[in-house]
């Protein structure tokens, strides 16, 4: 069982940043890919960020490239979520969740993972 705790979401203006943590319970959270989804109201939960096991790869939506960027810090068993350049379409209850399974490649769908934490609010005003 894998438990993950969001914290970091709120309020921003347009053109600001947050930074996302995300910790993990266990203790093998090196072997895990991390991700990050979004999921704004009346959509569909939407992959943002993945991040391998080493942290040597990661992969990003379009929509979040050069503004966002996925990090890990294995010895803490948090991953982050750095958001720069934040818009109003940004806005959403941000999820991290954890991919236990050793693929080879960095995984986007929603389904491939196995542990979601309960989601954090960020809000962007325009």
């Known amino acids: 069982q894998v438990q993950l705790v969001e914290s970091g979401g709120g309020l921003v203006q347009a053109g600001g940043s947050l930074r996302l943590s995300c910790a993990a319970s266990?203790?093998?959270?090196?072997?895990?890919?991390m991700g990050w989804f979004r999921q704004a109201p009346g959509k569909e939960r939407e992959f943002v960020a993945t991040?391998?096991?080493?942290?040597?790869?990661?992969y990003y939506a379009d929509s979040v490239k050069g503004r966002f960027t996925i990090a890990r810090d294995n010895a803490k068993n948090t991953v982050y979520l750095q958001m720069n350049s934040l818009k109003p379409e940004d806005t959403a209850v941000y999820y991290c969740?954890?991919?236990?399974?050793?693929?080879?490649?960095?995984?986007?769908?929603?389904?491939?993972?196995?542990?979601w934490g309960q989601g954090t609010q960020v809000t962007v005003s325009s």
């Open positions: 969740a954890a991919d236990l399974s050793w693929r080879r490649y960095c995984a986007t769908a929603v389904y491939e993972y196995d542990y």
């Open positions: 991040i391998m096991q080493s942290g040597g790869r990661t």
């Open positions: 266990g203790r093998t959270f090196s072997n895990y890919i």
